[in-house]
């Protein structure tokens, strides 16, 4: 098994494959899927430039949701030691669902906690009480009694320490206690909150979840040297702690977005990793075509070295600009025709602009008959360039 690893793909596929995962090769899981929320995400970068990166969507209700994690929890569970953990981060949306799926899959004598991390800030809904807790399930994969479990205690207050120390290390029920450990930490969690718009740890990436978080679960269910996979990864917030606690990590995320994102977090650790590292991103005319449409769009910006719209659904017909500030619009089909460039010409006219460029799979004759006919009659300047021509410039 490759280790300290960043896969691009359906975490499905990518861990159905036995040699590069073999059964019980795995300490710790830790996973974050789409939450059956019903939102578009959208990727801020520090920068300004927006990215579009996941579609947390379901079509057809929880059933098909459920449907479509219960084989991926199958193959996480294969893929743990006897001795290994997972954990299942998900919310109300789908909370009840995932619980009954684990207790399937893993066995109800397994669930070891669900537990409640709260936090503050965010929205309120107008009626009903603030929706402030996320639920991680947590699943020993053999025996409950032997797995790898480090207790985590919450420190003692001030007020208590000196309590205990003028009893001479006796607390009120007349018990000797440890001082310097704390009390055993509960399954709910309250002292860690979500990532604030100002926190420096922040990459901006939807559903970013704080580092504090993982280092809790991972110091909790492994030791030094053991094998952390998350294959929902995001911005790799699991691999990253667990890099930085000596674990060894695999990363697994569908978008090539995260997994860029993800190497670079990683690099920025003094790892010598980067893009051209991640297994599996599309690279081949046949994988970039068949990308997700936003993903799509942040493969040709990037090979434009533009940059995306900020806007979600495209700024009135244009999907990003190049640095010399003109406008680019993004067609993920074949024989773009005359009626593309006319369109086009309308959102430059509007963004006061004389020249940009469609990019498409292929363009009609009538596409290049519109663009010589613009430039002549209206002196506008439309570059038309298929996905190949800009494989072929890399
Ligand atoms: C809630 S986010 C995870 C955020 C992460 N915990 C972090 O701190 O950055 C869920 C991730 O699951 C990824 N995802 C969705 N479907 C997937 C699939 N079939 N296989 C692998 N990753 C997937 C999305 O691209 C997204 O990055």
Excluded at 54 to 61: L, P, Q, S, V
Excluded at 157 to 175: F, H, M, N, P, Y
Excluded at 221 to 239: E, K, Q
Excluded at 271 to 284: E, N, Q, Y
């Amino acid at each position: 098994m490759h280790t300290n690893a960043i896969y691009c793909g359906d975490c499905q596929r990518v861990l159905a494959n036995t040699v590069e995962f073999p059964d019980d090769s795995v300490d710790l899981v830790y996973i974050d899927p789409p939450f059956f929320s019903d939102r578009q995400y959208e990727v801020l970068w520090g920068d300004g430039y927006e990215l579009r990166a996941f579609e947390d969507r379901w079509k057809g209700g929880i059933e098909n949701y459920i449907a479509w994690m219960e084989p991926k929890v199958r193959e996480l569970r294969r893929v743990l030691k006897p001795t290994g953990s997972m954990y299942l981060h998900c919310d109300y949306h789908a909370n009840a669902h995932l619980r009954i799926l684990m207790d399937k899959e893993f066995g109800e004598s397994h669930c070891i906690n669900d537990i409640a991390w709260c936090y503050r800030g965010g929205g309120v809904p107008s009626k009903g009480f603030a929706r402030k807790h996320d639920t991680i399930l947590f699943y020993a994969k053999g025996d409950p009694r032997k797995i790898t479990f480090n207790t985590q205690y919450v420190p003692y207050s001030e007020a208590s320490q000196a309590l205990v120390a003028s009893r001479g290390g006796t607390s009120i029920d007349g018990k000797k206690r440890p001082l310097s450990r704390g009390a055993h930490m509960p399954d709910w969690w309250s002292d860690i909150n979500s990532l604030q718009t100002w926190s420096p740890e922040r990459l901006d990436y939807p559903t970013q979840k704080p580092e504090a978080l993982l280092e809790r679960i991972i110091k909790a269910s492994s030791n030094d040297g053991d094998v952390v996979l998350d294959s929902f990864c995001g911005c790799g917030t699991a691999i990253s702690v667990a890099h930085k606690l000596n674990r060894k990590w695999v990363g697994i995320d569908v978008s090539p977005t995260a997994c860029k994102l993800m190497a670079k977090r990683m690099h920025s650790l003094g790892l010598p990793i980067s893009a051209g590292d991640v297994i599996g991103l599309p690279k081949t005319y046949e994988q970039l075509k068949a990308l997700q449409p936003f993903e799509f769009q942040n493969e040709i910006l990037r090979r434009l070295t533009g940059r995306v719209s900020a806007k979600k659904s495209g700024d009135m017909g244009i999907d990003g600009w190049l640095i010399d500030g003109s406008p680019v619009q993004v067609k993920q089909s074949d024989g773009g025709g005359r009626n593309v460039v006319d369109n086009f010409e309308t959102a430059l006219r509007r963004a006061k602009k004389s020249r940009g460029t469609i990019v498409a799979l292929s363009f009609g004759a009538g596409a290049h008959e519109e663009v010589a006919r613009a430039k002549n009659q209206d002196g506008l300047e439309i570059t038309l360039k298929t996905l190949k021509e800009l494989m072929e410039e890399e």
